[in-house]
């Protein structure tokens, strides 16, 4: 390695930098991004610094100024304006002209003579002069004709100290010597929708309003109103493809299916087709296209899944034998995850020898429904399946197909979901179903905010999924559907919800699991879509402040606010001017209160001052004063408060 002996500052301990520049970071389009970075160097020097960026193939480096923040650690900042790959570095120097110029002023301070000063002052401004603008160039000159003149030492003096100095040395740094990081960093810049998102999912089968009924994608199209006056912006559907006959699943998981059963979405593949085919009871291609079209008119995005899996009679199995596990008898493998069974789903073997044409054809799935018009993916279990391939094909995807977002639904040990995230996931499945206790929310949100997770791990929240049927909701009680609803909306800015089964508060759970009896993975299902409660009108409400609050399109953004009940948690966002503070009583049976700790530092205020907040899901109005204020919450009533802080 080559070294110049004459670069003296160092630059370590950059971030954000996940695994030492292995992968990039992920921000939304518009964001601010903190950089940090110890610089230093030997001696006494003054040093500076700046944060480099760029966007694609730019080869000019825009920069912004770091500052000093303590102890060597400096910060700077640059906001991204453009989609795709983004990169930056830092760079740091130590600047003589201004190590001249608070050296000249500590002189002048003790009266000592300045006429070296002087020179050596001139002989710095000359170095700037060919980067020097014409009219700063002229100003330049002028001021080293006077430094350097004798006869005019007062006047020469006056100007040194002046701020016109100042100036020139600020914007025409020496950086011949200077120091850049070793690593070019990268960032992926995505549209605004990766990182602000309201999921609806159902199953397209069971869409019909006619009981026993199998439902259709124009059935679908019926529903887009009343989803898109929820307030959704994404519509997300299981599996729409052909589904096996051969060890297909009768309801509630039963081995043997009976005549009539509609088998498992998840066993994809028949004689009619694989995962490029639509199920024809659910309509044509064309059908689904038009819904796509359709739903678009109504805000809202169809989210497809995207399950690498296969039934035994997936077209894959004849054509691609290599592609899928052998046992010695003969039979091919099926899926399990001892002692459970799923001979109607058979996994992709990825160490097979034809992995390349494998992984081709797999991009192709996704290739495809993008030429139809999809551009979400949720992703069916991706922990199973080839890290290596992930990266490739999700970074493949996009390059072809700019603005594609994916979702991992992934609930797996914490290394591999972080490892698939890293990998180019747009967002991930969370432990949140999960996160029950005041305690355990505040650690979990802490690690995905405040930790090197936040830089590139972007969390969606749901309540429930299909394969999910939490046991605190088992009960059926509405105030635990409300509150564990509204605090995975207003915690995240990306959030979901199985559909009718929520906000209908279906909680009927198969005896001693955490699934569904009679779950639609196994049957086509009825529900009353014209039916409206206090779920529905909370939902409708909470989506309407998501998009009027910038406060709560970003999940980073959260500060709890203490109160000393471990049955309610508060927390405050703040983004754009607009600050939002949640109170929530976790406890769905009884009446809690506290006072509430409400963090005026953020606000501007002193602790005598007035403020005023506005519950947007009840309209009600409060005057508050000071840091800590009273409430009081009904779980019969609201179980949370929504407020918007007015100041």
């Given at each position: 390695?080559e070294?110049?002996?004459?670069?003296?500052?160092?630059?370590?301990?950059?971030?954000?930098?996940?695994?030492?520049g292995?992968?990039?970071?992920?921000?939304?389009?518009?964001?601010?991004?903190?950089?940090?970075?110890?610089?230093?160097?030997?001696?006494?020097?003054?040093?500076?610094?700046?944060?480099?960026?760029?966007h694609?193939?730019?080869?000019?480096?825009?920069?912004?100024?770091?500052?000093?923040?303590?102890?060597?650690?400096?910060?700077?900042?640059?906001?991204?304006?453009?989609?795709?790959?983004?990169?930056?570095?830092?760079?740091?120097?130590?600047?003589?002209?201004?190590?001249?110029?608070?050296?000249?002023?500590?002189?002048?301070?003790?009266?000592?003579?300045?006429?070296?000063?002087?020179?050596?002052?001139?002989?710095?401004?000359?170095?700037?002069?060919p980067?020097?603008?014409?009219?700063?160039a002229?100003?330049?000159k002028?001021?080293?004709?006077?430094?350097?003149?004798?006869?005019?030492?007062?006047?020469?003096?006056?100007?040194?100290?002046?701020?016109?100095i100042?100036?020139?040395?600020?914007?025409?740094?020496?950086?011949?010597?200077?120091?850049?990081?070793?690593?070019?960093?990268?960032?992926?810049?995505?549209?605004?929708?990766?990182?602000f998102?309201t999921?609806?999912?159902?199953?397209?089968?069971?869409?019909?309003?006619?009981?026993?009924?199998?439902?259709?994608?124009?059935?679908?199209?019926?529903?887009?109103?009343?989803?898109?006056?929820?307030?959704?912006?994404?519509?997300?559907?299981?599996?729409?493809?052909?589904?096996?006959?051969?060890?297909?699943?009768?309801?509630?998981?039963?081995?043997?299916?009976?005549?009539?059963?509609?088998?498992?979405?998840?066993?994809?593949?028949?004689?009619?087709?694989?995962?490029?085919a639509?199920?024809?009871?659910?309509?044509?291609?064309?059908?689904?296209?038009?819904?796509?079209k359709?739903?678009?008119?109504?805000?809202?995005?169809?989210?497809?899944?995207?399950?690498?899996?296969?039934?035994?009679?997936?077209?894959?199995?004849?054509?691609?034998?290599?592609?899928?596990?052998?046992?010695?008898?003969?039979?091919?493998?099926?899926?399990?995850n001892?002692?459970?069974?799923?001979?109607?789903?058979?996994?992709?073997?990825?160490?097979?020898?034809d992995?390349?044409?494998?992984?081709?054809?797999?991009?192709?799935?996704?290739?495809?429904?993008?030429?139809?018009?999809?551009?979400?993916?949720?992703?069916?279990?991706?922990?199973?399946?080839?890290?290596?391939?992930?990266?490739?094909?999700?970074?493949?995807?996009?390059?072809?197909?700019?603005?594609?977002?994916?979702?991992?639904?992934?609930?797996?040990k914490?290394?591999?979901?972080?490892?698939?995230?890293?990998?180019?996931?747009?967002?991930?499945?969370?432990?949140?179903?999960?996160?029950?206790?005041?305690?355990?929310?505040?650690?979990?949100?802490?690690?995905?905010?405040?930790?090197?997770m936040?830089?590139?791990?972007?969390?969606?929240?749901?309540?429930?999924?299909?394969?999910?049927?939490?046991?605190?909701l088992?009960?059926?009680?509405?105030?635990?559907?409300?509150?564990?609803?509204?605090?995975?909306?207003?915690?995240?800015?990306?959030?979901?919800?199985?559909?009718?089964?929520y906000?209908?508060?279906?909680?009927?759970?198969?005896?001693?699991?955490?699934?569904?009896?009679?779950?639609?993975?196994?049957?086509?299902?009825?529900?009353?879509?014209?039916?409206?409660?206090?779920?529905?009108?909370?939902?409708?409400?909470?989506?309407?402040?998501?998009?009027?609050?910038?406060?709560?399109?970003?999940?980073?953004?959260?500060?709890?606010?203490d109160?000393?009940?471990?049955?309610?948690?508060?927390?405050?966002?703040?983004?754009?001017?607009?600050?939002?503070?949640?109170?929530?009583?976790?406890?769905?049976?009884?009446?809690q209160?506290?006072?509430?700790?409400v963090?005026?530092?953020?606000?501007?205020?002193?602790?005598n001052?007035?403020?005023?907040?506005?519950?947007?899901?009840?309209?009600?109005?409060?005057?508050?004063?000071?840091?800590?204020?009273?409430?009081?919450?009904?779980?019969?009533?609201?179980?949370?408060?929504?407020?918007?802080?007015?100041?």
């Open positions: 390695m070294t110049n002996g004459q670069q003296r500052v160092v630059i370590e301990h950059v971030t954000p930098e996940i695994d030492g292995r992968f990039y970071i992920k921000k939304i389009i518009g964001d601010t991004i903190i950089v940090e970075a110890d610089i230093f160097a030997d001696g006494h020097d003054i040093l500076r610094g700046r944060v480099l960026y760029k694609g193939n730019d080869t000019e480096w825009a920069f912004s100024e770091m500052q000093l923040i303590n102890n060597d650690r400096w910060t700077g900042t640059f906001t991204v304006q453009h989609t795709g790959f983004n990169f930056y570095t830092v760079t740091g120097w130590v600047d003589h002209a201004l190590t001249w110029h608070h050296g000249f002023i500590k002189k002048y301070e003790d009266g000592q003579n300045l006429a070296v000063e002087l020179l050596i002052g001139a002989n710095l401004l000359e170095a700037m002069l980067q020097a603008s014409k009219t700063d002229a100003a330049i002028r001021l080293i004709k006077l430094l350097r003149d004798e006869k005019k030492y007062t006047a020469a003096v006056e100007q040194a100290l002046g701020g016109e100042m100036d020139f040395i600020h914007s025409y740094p020496n950086l011949e010597n200077a120091s850049t990081y070793r690593l070019e960093l990268k960032v992926y810049v995505e549209r605004f929708a990766a990182g998102s999921w609806y999912s159902f199953f397209p089968r069971s869409a019909a309003r006619v009981e026993g009924k199998h439902g259709t994608f124009k059935d679908c199209e019926k529903l887009l109103p009343r989803i898109a006056e929820m307030g959704f912006d994404v519509l997300y559907f299981p599996p729409i493809h052909p589904i096996g006959f051969n060890f297909r699943k009768g309801k509630n998981n039963t081995v043997n299916a009976l005549p009539g059963d509609d088998g498992v979405p998840y066993a994809i593949g028949s004689d009619a087709g694989g995962h490029k639509v199920l024809k009871d659910l309509g044509t291609l064309a059908d689904f296209k038009h819904l796509i359709k739903a678009a008119e109504h805000g809202l995005e169809v989210a497809l899944d995207f399950a690498i899996q296969c039934s035994p009679d997936h077209p894959y199995v004849k054509e691609h034998p290599k592609w899928f596990k052998w046992r010695p008898d003969g039979t091919v493998q099926y899926a399990e001892p002692p459970k069974k799923y001979q109607d789903i058979l996994p992709v073997n990825f160490e097979n020898d992995w390349k044409n494998l992984w081709e054809e797999l991009k192709s799935i996704l290739d495809y429904w993008c030429e139809q018009g999809v551009r979400i993916f949720r992703v069916d279990n991706p922990h199973t399946k080839s890290f290596d391939f992930w990266e490739w094909c999700i970074a493949e995807v996009q390059k072809k197909y700019p603005g594609t977002i994916f979702l991992s639904e992934a609930f797996t914490p290394k591999v979901m972080k490892e698939l995230a890293k990998l180019g996931y747009t967002q991930s499945y969370t432990y949140y179903v999960w996160r029950t206790s005041k305690y355990e929310l505040i650690e979990y949100m802490t690690e995905l905010t405040q930790s090197e936040k830089d590139y791990f972007r969390p969606n929240f749901w309540p429930n999924t299909h394969d999910i049927n939490p046991y605190p088992q009960s059926g009680n509405e105030a635990a559907f409300i509150f564990r609803y509204f605090m995975a909306a207003t915690l995240s800015s990306n959030y979901g919800i199985f559909g009718p089964v906000e209908l508060m279906y909680h009927e759970p198969y005896p001693g699991k955490e699934e569904y009896l009679n779950s639609e993975k196994y049957e086509v299902r009825y529900w009353d879509w014209e039916k409206r409660n206090k779920l529905t009108d909370v939902i409708t409400r909470v989506n309407a402040a998501r998009k009027a609050n910038p406060a709560l399109q970003v999940t980073n953004n959260i500060t709890f606010c109160i000393a009940n471990d049955n309610i948690i508060a927390y405050y966002k703040k983004n754009k001017g607009n600050h939002i503070l949640c109170v929530v009583n976790i406890d769905p049976y009884n009446r209160g506290g006072y509430v700790k963090p005026l530092y953020e606000l501007g205020l002193g602790n001052e007035d403020f005023r907040v506005f519950d947007i899901l009840t309209g009600a109005n409060y005057t508050w004063r000071g840091e800590w204020n009273f409430i009081e919450l009904d779980p019969h009533h609201m179980p949370m408060h929504l407020f918007r802080i007015e100041i």
